[in-house]
């Protein structure tokens, strides 16, 4: 959603300083960039909850390192093959396929992570536990089963 937010504020600057044109373009380009963009943020965001709840530190810190660094450098990607083909039309081939790569990966990652999303319920916190063959964190081992309900 911020992603989303931002790209918003950002093609409304863009119209306001180049035109109704380029925000009819950046509509198509920009906005589903910073959507793929949030993906990947959340993606790695969510991996080092994941560590942090299984208490590695190191890992978690690794996952936050990547939210940020990968979004920036897509996003960077993303600023200067569109602005490099506004003066040498030859990256315009390679802007359109950039566009076209993150549009796929980033789908395919959204679906391959939806695919195993299901309700939280005590059975499939437990089925998650013996299908990943994790041992059960430690801040739950002692709880009893009224914790579930």
């Not at 959603?1 to 180049?18: D, P, Q, R």
């Amino acid at each position: 959603m911020v992603a989303l937010g931002f790209a918003a504020f950002e093609n409304v600057k863009y119209v306001y300083s180049y035109g109704f044109a380029t925000g009819i373009v950046r509509a198509v380009t920009a906005v589903p960039g910073h959507a793929i963009f949030g993906v990947f943020m959340g993606y790695f965001y969510g991996y080092a909850k994941l560590s942090d709840y299984w208490g590695r530190d190191d890992d978690r810190k690794a996952y936050l390192a990547l939210s940020v660094v990968v979004p920036v450098l897509m996003h960077g990607c993303y600023d200067f093959l569109a602005f490099t083909q506004e003066s040498d039309s030859r990256f315009t081939l390679l802007f359109y396929a950039y566009l076209v790569a993150l549009y796929v990966f980033g789908i395919r990652r959204v679906n391959r992570s939806s695919r195993d999303d299901r309700r939280v319920t005590r059975e499939t916190v437990f089925d998650y536990f013996r299908r990943m063959q994790y041992p059960m964190p430690p801040q739950y081992r002692d709880r009893n089963d009224d914790f579930w309900r």
